[in-house]
């Protein structure tokens, strides 16, 4: 009888064990203990295997040099044996006494399976049976072909109502359809410039300066010397006083004279003194020498000019103010998004940062500059909620059994205007509006399913009586109807227009 031997490994337990058994071909089994390790150690763990070896008809002999292993095996009755080039090929024994008593292994049961009885053949199928089962894959194919494959799309030309309407919108804090209330945002605006305008005034000032000849007297006896810029004056407080041009000697002796030419210190007319005016020497001077005018000073002389007036300087501001704002309007316009407007009749909240002017009122210029920074705020829209409210305000106006035509109302022109005496401004909106009968696209998918092509015209033809007839495309070109799935007939409208 053919043994086959099972060797183990140190971590085996009595569950891998009884794997490697149940894989076991050969009516016996023996198993090898490894040189090492704590292997099937417990009485029960051999109880169980020995059990198993008879559940699986399988003779269990060991070859383990473990006391304990052996001690356990002989109480459990499994043959023992030293090594494995002297197995027996008769019944194993388990061990001999010391007496000579043989204890043997128990006999291996035989195990043979029942034979079954003969059944009698089934009789077999009908041939249109066979036949029906052998085409029924090539049915379901076919219907599924003639389900999925083919498609439709069918162009349906509605005609449509077109009328043209106004409506205005105020602007609020939340969007209301039935006030005709439209919600914005505010868009901060920081704006700086300048700007320089010729002034409007005109004015007269100085322009040259009088002149003339004095007479100094020498009061001493010693000469006396008089430099330029001396300054003599007359009695009147209100004159100007006037300089020596160059310095000039008079001799040493009483009541010796000397002529000097003497020049206003400053412009215009007032130094036109008359003569016989001047009769004061400023400075130490005065105490040696006195001074007079024999003649009138002449040649002083004024000049119209243009000059900043107040109006130049609210003018200046107006202009700069609206050129700053319109160009920032322009620049922010441009930078919204394409769904977003821009009310520029709403600027609102106008702080002027600072207002730098190079000349004050009154001054003698030919130009003015202004240097402004603004700060202010603008309203701004969504054109979407434009055409939402719109829609929603006119919707309910429709005539029973019409809608609106995708994309209407359609927004023509925005206009805005400042409101009367408030702080916000309103809108004037403009609308295409088109409509049209209900076309009720799921319904008419379900009549159409499956029609032929002349059953297909006949039904829309009646529905629709646009300005062109419906096209209608079936693929594959050769199917003869319109597919039997809904899903799979596309309905497209294009819209007409009626004047």
């Given at each position: 009888m053919?043994?086959?031997?099972?060797?183990?490994?140190?971590h085996?337990d009595?569950?891998?064990?009884?794997?490697?058994?149940?894989?076991?071909?050969?009516?016996?089994?023996?198993?090898?203990?490894?040189?090492?390790?704590?292997?099937?150690?417990?009485?029960?763990?051999?109880?169980?295997?020995?059990?198993?070896?008879?559940?699986?008809?399988?003779?269990?002999?060991?070859?383990?040099h473990?006391p304990?292993v052996?001690?356990?095996?002989?109480?459990?009755?499994?043959?023992?044996?030293?090594?494995?080039?002297?197995?027996?090929?008769?019944?194993w024994?388990?061990?001999q006494?010391?007496?000579?008593?043989?204890?043997e292994?128990?006999?291996?049961?035989?195990?043979?399976?029942?034979i079954?009885?003969p059944?009698?053949?089934?009789?077999?199928?009908?041939?249109?049976?066979?036949?029906?089962?052998l085409?029924?894959?090539?049915?379901?194919?076919?219907?599924?072909?003639?389900?999925?494959i083919?498609?439709?799309?069918?162009?349906?030309?509605p005609?449509?109502?077109r009328?043209?309407?106004?409506?205005?919108?105020?602007?609020?804090?939340?969007?209301?359809?039935?006030?005709?209330?439209?919600?914005?945002?505010?868009?901060?605006?920081?704006?700086?410039?300048?700007?320089?305008?010729?002034?409007?005034?005109?004015?007269?000032?100085?322009?040259?300066?009088a002149?003339?000849?004095?007479?100094?007297?020498?009061?001493?006896?010693?000469?006396?010397?008089?430099?330029?810029?001396?300054?003599?004056?007359?009695?009147?407080?209100?004159?100007?006083?006037?300089?020596?041009?160059?310095?000039?000697l008079?001799?040493?002796?009483e009541?010796?004279?000397?002529?000097a030419?003497?020049?206003?210190?400053?412009?215009?007319p007032?130094?036109n003194?008359?003569?016989?005016?001047?009769?004061?020497?400023?400075?130490?001077?005065?105490?040696?020498l006195?001074?007079?005018?024999?003649?009138?000073?002449?040649?002083?002389?004024?000049?119209?000019?243009?000059?900043?007036?107040?109006?130049?300087?609210?003018r200046?501001?107006?202009?700069?103010?609206?050129a700053?704002?319109?160009?920032?309007?322009?620049?922010?316009?441009?930078?919204?998004?394409?769904?977003?407007m821009?009310?520029e009749?709403?600027?609102?909240?106008?702080d002027?940062?600072?207002?730098?002017?190079?000349?004050?009122?009154?001054?003698?210029?030919?130009?003015?500059?202004?240097?402004?920074s603004?700060?202010?705020?603008?309203a701004?829209i969504d054109?979407?909620?434009?055409?939402?409210?719109?829609?929603?305000?006119?919707?309910?106006?429709?005539?029973?059994?019409?809608?609106?035509?995708?994309?209407?109302?359609?927004?023509?022109?925005?206009?805005?205007?400042?409101?009367?005496?408030?702080?916000?401004?309103?809108?004037?909106?403009?609308?295409?509006?088109?409509?049209?009968?209900?076309?009720g696209?799921?319904?008419?998918?379900?009549?159409?399913?499956?029609?032929?092509?002349?059953?297909?015209?006949k039904?829309?033809?009646?529905?629709?009586t646009?300005s062109?007839?419906?096209?209608?495309i079936?693929s594959p070109?050769?199917?003869?109807?319109?597919?039997?799935?809904?899903?799979?007939?596309?309905?497209h409208?294009?819209?007409g227009?009626?004047?």
């Amino acid at each position: 009888m053919k043994i086959q031997i099972v060797y183990l490994d140190p971590h085996d337990d009595y569950g891998s064990i009884g794997d490697k058994l149940l894989w076991t071909k050969a009516q016996r089994a023996l198993l090898v203990w490894p040189g090492r390790g704590e292997v099937l150690k417990r009485r029960l763990d051999l109880v169980l295997l020995k059990r198993l070896g008879q559940q699986q008809g399988i003779a269990i002999g060991l070859l383990t040099h473990d006391p304990s292993v052996q001690a356990l095996a002989r109480e459990l009755s499994i043959p023992l044996f030293e090594d494995l080039e002297h197995l027996p090929d008769s019944k194993w024994s388990i061990w001999q006494s010391d007496s000579g008593a043989t204890f043997e292994a128990r006999p291996q049961r035989e195990f043979t399976l029942p034979i079954p009885k003969p059944t009698r053949a089934a009789a077999p199928y009908p041939a249109a049976l066979r036949i029906l089962l052998l085409l029924l894959p090539m049915i379901f194919i076919l219907l599924a072909l003639i389900l999925l494959i083919p498609s439709a799309e069918i162009q349906l030309y509605p005609s449509t109502l077109r009328e043209i309407q106004t409506l205005t919108f105020s602007l609020a804090e939340q969007s209301d359809a039935s006030k005709l209330q439209l919600s914005y945002s505010l868009q901060a605006l920081d704006i700086h410039g300048e700007r320089r305008i010729p002034t409007s005034e005109r004015m007269s000032v100085p322009d040259q300066f009088a002149s003339g000849e004095v007479v100094f007297t020498n009061l001493i006896d010693q000469p006396l010397s008089i430099p330029a810029g001396t300054s003599i004056r007359s009695s009147d407080p209100n004159t100007p006083y006037f300089r020596t041009d160059r310095t000039v000697l008079v001799e040493g002796g009483e009541g010796t004279q000397v002529l000097a030419r003497v020049t206003a210190a400053t412009a215009g007319p007032d130094g036109n003194l008359a003569a016989e005016t001047i009769d004061r020497i400023d400075g130490t001077l005065g105490l040696s020498l006195t001074v007079s005018n024999p003649e009138a000073m002449s040649g002083g002389s004024l000049q119209t000019r243009s000059s900043v007036g107040s109006r130049d300087k609210q003018r200046l501001r107006e202009e700069l103010e609206q050129a700053l704002l319109t160009e920032i309007l322009s620049q922010t316009a441009a930078l919204l998004p394409s769904n977003q407007m821009l009310l520029e009749s709403s600027i609102m909240n106008i702080d002027v940062i600072d207002a730098v002017y190079d000349a004050e009122t009154g001054a003698a210029a030919d130009s003015l500059s202004l240097a402004l920074s603004l700060h202010a705020e603008v309203a701004v829209i969504d054109l979407g909620d434009v055409q939402r409210l719109s829609y929603l305000h006119l919707e309910p106006d429709l005539p029973t059994g019409y809608v609106f035509a995708p994309g209407s109302p359609e927004i023509l022109e925005i206009r805005d205007k400042p409101a009367q005496n408030q702080d916000l401004t309103s809108i004037e909106v403009d609308l295409a509006l088109r409509s049209t009968r209900d076309p009720g696209l799921e319904a008419l998918r379900a009549n159409l399913r499956g029609a032929s092509l002349e059953q297909a015209r006949k039904l829309l033809d009646g529905i629709y009586t646009g300005s062109e007839s419906p096209e209608i495309i079936i693929s594959p070109s050769w199917f003869p109807r319109l597919p039997f799935l809904e899903n799979q007939i596309q309905l497209h409208l294009v819209w007409g227009n009626t004047p």
